[in-house]
């Protein structure tokens, strides 16, 4: 069983910066794509990066794309998303996401990887609210 651990979440004004991390444990078998999602109040949960394990590929959403890099250090077992030049529209519940690496899942298949559904490990969340 993977358990995800994620912190870093605060108040912070607009044009600040951030960083999430996110702590995995428990036994993780082969290769993993590893993530993060976002939901505001009253909307769904948003695919914001992703990154794959074994070879770092990286990838994220239009709305972040310049200002986040998600990043990992494998020797911790630990994610990170970088989260630069913030605005209010940033403001959300930050969640750590992970999947098993497979030909059909997220980081290999786009819609997937934007798909919550899609992901079988979830951390507990972390609030990220930013202030105009």
């Known amino acids: 069983q993977v358990q995800l651990v994620d912190s870093g979440g605060e108040s912070v004004q607009a044009g600040g910066s951030l960083r999430l991390s996110c702590a995995a444990y428990?036994?993780?078998?082969?290769?993993?794509?590893m993530g993060w999602f976002r939901q505001a109040p009253g909307k769904d949960r948003e695919w914001v990066a992703a990154?794959?394990?074994?070879?770092?590929?990286?990838f994220y959403a239009d709305s972040v794309k310049g200002r986040f890099t998600i990043s990992q250090d494998n020797a911790k077992n630990t994610l990170y998303l970088q989260m630069n030049s913030l605005k209010p529209d940033d403001s959300a519940m930050y969640y750590c996401v992970a999947d098993p690496l497979m030909a059909d899942g997220p980081c290999a298949v786009p819609i997937a990887t934007m798909n919550p559904y899609e992901w079988n490990y979830w951390g507990q969340g972390t609030q990220v609210t930013v202030s105009s």
């Open positions: 428990g036994y993780m078998y082969g290769y993993y794509c």
């Open positions: 990154i794959e394990s074994d070879d770092g590929s990286t």
